[in-house]
């Protein structure tokens, strides 16, 4: 399947998730990362959620990871397909940017070099690890500066498409787990 059917009919069924389910999964989603083997690393990053497309609530994985001690970082976007990381600290504040994104307004900038897992937002993703995303390009662009070991994992309400998605480009990175409710995905 190509990538723009696969984005309209994700969002579609995004969209049908009512808020209460859609917590109800995004604690299920944190619950199972505790099942990968990240828990000795130290610099997490995670996208944080836009609350009106109905995404995954990634409180529950910042509240576990502020549990285990772990370095939380979050994105900002800082130009076309660009994004700087910052260290999440008792002092740093979020501002909603215009897609309503929360991030932090200013704070410590953390190189691509020091992030050991990234928890990825995306739309779809089949058997083999490639996924859609909002196809702007920044978390492609992100994750081909960070060390080639960087864990990379996607969170999903829904399981992974059987058929491959079709229109892979090279710049295109793919993730080593994927994390729904129903299962995890190793590739």
Same mark, same amino acid.
């Given at each position: 399947m190509l990538k723009h059917e696969l984005r309209k009919k994700y969002k *579609? /069924?995004? @969209? @049908?998730? $009512? =808020?209460? !389910? @859609?917590?109800? /999964? $995004?604690?299920?989603? @944190?619950?199972? #990362?505790l099942q990968i083997p990240v828990w000795d690393f130290f610099y997490f990053h995670t996208f944080l959620s836009i609350a009106e497309k109905n995404e995954i609530d990634t409180l529950p994985l910042l509240t576990l990871l502020q549990g285990k001690d772990k370095n939380i970082v #979050? =994105?900002?976007? $800082? +130009? =076309?397909?660009? /994004? !700087? *990381?910052?260290l999440v600290t008792d002092n740093t504040s979020f501002k909603k940017n215009s897609w309503g994104i929360p991030e932090p307004t200013d704070g410590i900038l953390v190189p691509e070099s020091k992030i050991d897992v990234v928890f990825i937002p995306l739309?779809?993703?089949?058997?083999?690890? *490639?996924? #859609? +995303?909002? +196809?702007? +390009?920044f978390y492609d662009t992100f994750l081909q500066k960070c060390r080639k070991e960087t864990v990379k994992i996607g969170l999903s309400f829904f399981g992974a498409e059987k058929e491959p998605i079709s229109d892979i480009h090279d710049n295109d990175v793919r993730l080593d787990y994927c994390i729904t409710p129903e299962e995890i995905y190793t590739f």
């Amino acid at each position: 399947m190509l990538k723009h059917e696969l984005r309209k009919k994700y969002k *579609n /069924l995004r @969209a @049908a998730i $009512s =808020p209460s !389910e @859609a917590s109800d /999964l $995004s604690l299920i989603l @944190a619950n199972h #990362v505790l099942q990968i083997p990240v828990w000795d690393f130290f610099y997490f990053h995670t996208f944080l959620s836009i609350a009106e497309k109905n995404e995954i609530d990634t409180l529950p994985l910042l509240t576990l990871l502020q549990g285990k001690d772990k370095n939380i970082v #979050v =994105p900002k976007i $800082s +130009g =076309p397909s660009a /994004l !700087e *990381n910052y260290l999440v600290t008792d002092n740093t504040s979020f501002k909603k940017n215009s897609w309503g994104i929360p991030e932090p307004t200013d704070g410590i900038l953390v190189p691509e070099s020091k992030i050991d897992v990234v928890f990825i937002p995306l739309l779809a993703f089949d058997m083999h690890g *490639n996924r #859609v +995303g909002y +196809g702007k +390009g920044f978390y492609d662009t992100f994750l081909q500066k960070c060390r080639k070991e960087t864990v990379k994992i996607g969170l999903s309400f829904f399981g992974a498409e059987k058929e491959p998605i079709s229109d892979i480009h090279d710049n295109d990175v793919r993730l080593d787990y994927c994390i729904t409710p129903e299962e995890i995905y190793t590739f």
